[in-house]
């Protein structure tokens, strides 16, 4: 059983804000660090997390944030090196030696001993950037092409109705004009006949002066 203690030693302190600063660093937590210091000075996790922040934490504030910097760091380059590590869709001229010094990265090397660079990681980000750009607009202009050609089709299809609609226009331009035509020569005949009728037809003086036409 682990049981409780008061007394803790200059040792005990170091061997807390060791395990912590490893475990900040290794990206892991702090109640995993007070279990294991725990097991190791025959202490409760709860005694160790209480000993940790009341006491030994003020002392090791610089080296908290350097922890933190470090685990940021290292999660970053495995991260990146997972990238590199798969299939690449689109590869880099083999001139560049900073994608080189992506793949080659070995995070159990301590950061400052890492050959990644900072250019190496931004040149590289910016390829991944482009290579996603390049398949967007290929895409685009994929759907462009698409709607161009249905839009040409519905051209031609609307071109059609209008050459026939015209076709049918003339067509009723020419019926309307022989109507009109038929309509005229009616009229010109009735003309001609009631003239003609008139020329021949005779007439007297009745008693009270009107003119009276006679039957042939």
């Known amino acids: 059983m682990k049981v409780r203690q008061d007394a803790w030693s200059h040792e005990d302190d170091v061997l807390l804000a060791e395990t912590v600063l490893k475990h900040i660093r290794e990206g892991s937590t702090q109640l995993q660090a007070f279990e294991e210091v725990g097991d190791e000075l025959n202490r409760t996790s709860a005694a160790c997390g209480f000993?940790?922040?009341?006491?030994?934490?003020?002392?090791f504030i610089k080296q908290i944030a350097e922890a933190k910097k470090e685990r940021k760091q290292r999660k970053r380059a495995?991260?990146?090196?997972?990238y590199t590590q798969r299939k690449p869709l689109w590869a880099p001229p083999a001139a560049q030696p900073?994608?080189?010094a992506?793949?080659?990265?070995?995070?159990?090397?301590?950061?400052?001993?890492?050959?990644?660079?900072?250019?190496?990681?931004?040149?590289?980000?910016?390829?991944l950037s482009d290579q996603t750009n390049s398949k967007e607009v290929e895409e685009e202009n994929q759907a462009l092409i698409k709607t161009n050609l249905e839009l040409i089709n519905r051209n031609r299809e609307l071109e059609?109705?209008?050459?026939?609609?015209k076709q049918d226009s003339s067509i009723i331009e020419e019926d309307y004009q022989s109507l009109i035509q038929i309509m005229?020569?009616?009229?010109?005949?009735?003309?001609?006949?009631?003239?003609?009728?008139?020329?021949n037809a005779s007439f007297k003086?009745?008693?009270?002066?009107n003119l009276e036409k006679l039957a042939k």
């Open 205 to 209: 003086m009745d008693k009270n002066g």
């Open 184 to 199: 005229n020569r009616a009229r010109r005949m009735a003309i001609l006949e009631d003239e003609e009728s008139l020329s």
């Open 51 to 59: 000993r940790w922040n009341a006491v030994v934490r003020q002392r």
């Open 98 to 100: 900073s994608m080189n």
């Open 78 to 82: 495995m991260s990146f090196s997972y």
């Open 102 to 127: 992506v793949s080659s990265y070995n995070p159990e090397q301590p950061a400052s001993s890492s050959s990644l660079s900072l250019d190496a990681v931004i040149q590289y980000l910016q390829t």
């Open 160 to 165: 059609i109705e209008i050459q026939k609609l």
